[in-house]
């Protein structure tokens, strides 16, 4: 029989057997792998191939033409459409255990490490109203007026208007209405992504789910805003929490919702937040957990691998605004936390103050550079902490880690992959993993987190 090769255009029936990290359904069409944006395993659907890789092809669903059983209706009216949430239409205990099942699968496949078997997963309570973050981008909508919401799935340049969000707070979505309303009159445009022309950048929104505390955050090409005043009082009479209005200027062509703070319109320029049972005062810059309560228990299971006795040395690598060092340094005898972003570690080093803390101390280094410092010195820990970003540890971090040879590490992740390539180098390096749980910290995407305990053989 000749087979006809998938070409994009061609349409086909196929039967969604599995998910893929990013959360697209996976399928299998004559020995190709086909990625299914919008499929759900146990999904039978129509889909269209949208793009030829080398070795898979990517398609979109058509038709659902028989449902999977993990099928639920979407709570939020802009699902499809929005790049957020892409797990929204799955069963929640089926999200669950697709991530804990993520994390295993890479250790074998990427790792090479033994089976672990089945993986614990920290559910997330409430699934929904968990976010203290949001980034809003101001643009222009598909008819050309003006927007403030988030873009649609795979276009960065594109805005749609928000207008419900369950992942935050209730609130925020009255902030953004109330600033997309002020500002559309204005005379203020949108920065435009490609043609770098505009004014309105993006609107950042934090709250401290502990405390209630709000901070707003206007981002901005070069320039100021005449009546910002008027803005700010609108704000505050609909939602009393905010504590602080900020303008910062993003100069640069970078599409980020970063910059130079330029002024505080309103409050001290802080907010606070409790995590545990640490305070923390955080500014526009400052980064923070953003699933905060969920973190807790992503850093009580830390602390219950790390089983400290009061008097160990600990080093936490990628300390960011210091909450693991700081709940380590309750228990431990001295924690000395590195980390890159200076604004981060000035965070930390207040927060240990505000707390009472005097055994910790934060060193701003890139990891990389500090231990090769460190095994240079022949530094001696009993116990080393790493949380680094999706891409993981540099080779050469891992090198002197185990050059140093602490007795244990635990390692916090954000990306499986890289997770798993990791601890396969642990492993050749004299480690055996000891434990690991994975935490759901942001439900209805596809992403996970996992804690590993390693342990020096
Ligand atoms: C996942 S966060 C860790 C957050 C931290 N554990 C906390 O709870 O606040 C990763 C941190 O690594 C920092 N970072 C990224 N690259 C780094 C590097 N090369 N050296 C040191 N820190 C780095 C980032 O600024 C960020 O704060």
């Not at 089926?94 to 496949?109: D, G, S, T």
């Not at 409430?126 to 649609?152: I, S, V």
């Not at 009061?310 to 990628?318: I, K």
């Not at 060193?363 to 240079?376: G, N």
């Amino acid at each position: 029989m000749n087979m006809v090769p998938l070409q994009p255009g061609m349409e086909l029936t196929v039967e969604v057997s599995d998910l893929a990290f990013q959360g697209r359904g996976v399928a299998h069409h004559e020995g190709l792998v086909v990625f299914v944006d919008g499929g759900l395993p146990g999904d039978t659907a129509r889909i269209e191939i949208i793009r030829k890789r080398r070795r898979h092809v990517e398609s979109r669903v058509l038709k659902i033409l028989q449902p999977s059983p993990y099928r639920i209706p979407p709570r939020c009216r802009h699902f499809g459409l929005c790049g957020g949430c892409r797990l929204q239409d799955m069963a929640y205990e089926q999200q669950l255990a697709f991530k804990a099942e993520q994390v295993r699968n890479h250790l074998i496949r990427v790792g090479g490490l033994a089976d672990p078997g089945e993986i614990p997963i920290i559910p997330c309570e409430p699934t929904f109203g968990y976010r203290n973050k949001m980034e809003f981008t101001f643009g222009t909508d598909f008819d050309r007026n003006p927007a403030l919401g988030l873009h649609p799935r795979g276009k960065y340049w594109e805005v749609f208007d928000l207008e419900e969000c369950f992942l935050p707070p209730e609130s925020f979505a009255r902030i953004a209405g109330i600033t997309r309303e002020f500002f559309a009159d204005s005379g203020y445009e949108s920065y435009h992504p490609r043609q770098h022309t505009g004014f309105l950048r993006n609107l950042v929104l934090r709250i401290g789910q502990n405390t209630g505390q709000i901070l707003v955050n206007l981002v901005t090409a070069e320039g100021t805003v005449q009546s910002a005043g008027e803005w700010v009082a609108r704000l505050r009479e609909a939602v009393p929490e905010i504590v602080t209005v900020a303008h910062t200027i993003n100069a640069t062509r970078a599409n980020i919702a970063v910059g130079d703070l330029a002024e505080i319109w309103y409050g001290g320029g802080t907010f606070t937040e409790r995590l545990a049972d640490l305070m923390f005062t955080l500014g526009p810059r400052s980064f923070f957990q953003t699933n905060a309560r969920q973190a807790e228990k992503l850093f009580a299971r830390a602390l219950e691998y790390a089983a400290l006795n009061g008097s160990e040395r600990v080093l936490d690598l990628y300390s960011g605004a210091g909450a693991i060092s700081l709940l380590m340094a309750r228990r431990a005898g001295a924690v000395t936390g590195v980390e890159l972003v200076a604004e981060a570690v000035e965070a930390a080093i207040e927060a240990a103050g505000a707390n009472g803390i005097g055994n910790c101390e934060f060193i701003c280094d890139d990891t990389k550079d500090f231990m090769k410092k460190q095994a240079a010195a022949g530094a001696r820990y009993d116990l080393a902490i790493t949380d680094p970003p999706r891409a993981g540890l540099h080779p050469k971090v891992v090198d002197h880690l185990i050059e140093l040879a602490p007795p244990r590490i635990i390692y916090v992740s954000c990306n499986p992959a890289t997770l798993a390539r990791d601890l396969g180098l642990f492993q050749a390096g004299g480690y055996a993993l000891q434990g690991i749980t994975a935490v759901d910290m942001f439900p209805h995407t596809a992403h996970v987190e996992a804690v590993a305990l390693l342990q020096r053989v």
